[in-house]
């Protein structure tokens, strides 16, 4: 048996030609951002990924196929469905055997792109520790694939609905190694800064995609975590932003919000109380994470020759 697997027709040259791929994922298409921004949005970062020279590959289930690579028809079919699933770990290969329909988060695109031999991943923000997790026990899927699955995502940090402190000591815990870019503290997704320090600094692509190497050289299994902080001119500071996700963190436990649903409720309440100022920075970092993650594949590529 075989996993129905299709690549784009951009993908499947960029691989027979050696070109550097990015894998995208696609549940901030369906879950995090609302119809048609999304579509506007990820149509936006892939070129972002081909003018920085590497070829995008988003990645999804559709009808019970995993697509690595989509067609601008299939963008637009996945950024308007409704009812799609969010798919993990989990969940990802009974939505594939069943015939199903999926959207990709951080955890299911990287089994993606790993198996479609892609090294590179960029995000907006991995999903971590919630808030409260001593009770609710709600930790990402995330944090773990990147313990054990060889692809280096970027992304602006946590989201900072998160609780960041303990997203870091399960990282550490899982070693995981988590760079900050450029900076010696961690960004915060919406906000370019927080207190908390950086494990780990580079200041180049080559550092990193040279980090990526020496890793699968040694055969750590895992990947890498990359913390590129937001564009300081597309910032939200943390005092603004500090009392919305109160709000949005109160009413998602009034309203008995849990498992799946958490961060797709909290991403909309907070787009909604900014009046959209959330997703005009949730576009930039996205943005900045893909042009990184392209230098990153270009990289690793041209060391790899
Ligand atoms: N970052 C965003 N928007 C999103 C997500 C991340 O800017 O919608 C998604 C990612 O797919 C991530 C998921 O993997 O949220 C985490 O969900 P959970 O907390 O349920 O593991
Ligand atoms: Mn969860």
Not at 21 to 40: C, D, Q, R, W, Y
Not at 168 to 176: F, I, K, Y
Request: with cysteine.
């Amino acid at each position: 048996m075989t996993v129905p697997m299709i690549f784009s027709d951009e993908v499947a040259a960029a691989r027979k030609a050696g070109q550097p791929i990015v894998a995208l994922e696609s549940t901030i298409i369906t879950h995090g951002m609302p119809f048609p921004k999304n579509i506007e949005v990820a149509r936006g970062v892939e070129d972002v990924v081909r003018q920085n020279g590497a070829v995008p590959a988003t990645i999804a289930v559709m009808n019970g196929t995993l697509h690595i690579g989509l067609n601008s028809d299939q963008l637009d079919a996945l950024g308007q469905a409704k009812n799609v699933a969010k798919l993990s770990r989990a969940d990802m290969a009974a939505c594939i055997a069943t015939g199903g329909t999926g959207a990709t988060t951080v955890a299911a695109t990287m089994i993606g792109a790993r198996m479609a031999g892609i090294s590179v991943f960029a995000t907006g923000g991995v999903g971590g520790v919630h808030r409260g997790a001593e009770h609710s026990f709600d930790i990402s899927a995330d944090l773990h694939e990147l313990a054990q699955t060889p692809v280096t995502v970027v992304a602006a940090g946590a989201k900072a609905i998160l609780d960041l402190p303990k997203t870091m000591e399960v990282l550490e815990t899982l070693g995981v190694p988590v760079i900050g870019f450029g900076q010696d503290y961690l960004p915060a997704f919406w906000s370019a800064t927080s207190d908390i320090p950086a494990p780990l600094r580079m200041d180049s692509a080559a550092q990193i995609a040279a980090a990526h190497l020496m890793r699968m050289q040694m055969n750590v299994p895992g990947g890498q975590l990359i913390a590129n902080p937001i564009p300081q001119e597309a910032e939200i500071p943390q005092n603004v932003l500090h009392p919305i996700i109160e709000q949005a963190l109160a009413e998602a436990e009034a309203q008995n919000i849990t498992a799946k649903k958490v961060t797709p409720f909290l991403l909309g309440r907070i787009l909604e109380l900014t009046d959209g100022e959330s997703l005009t920075a949730n576009i930039a970092l996205v943005r900045n994470n893909a042009r990184l993650a392209a230098q990153i594949a270009s990289e690793i590529s041209s060391a790899s020759r």
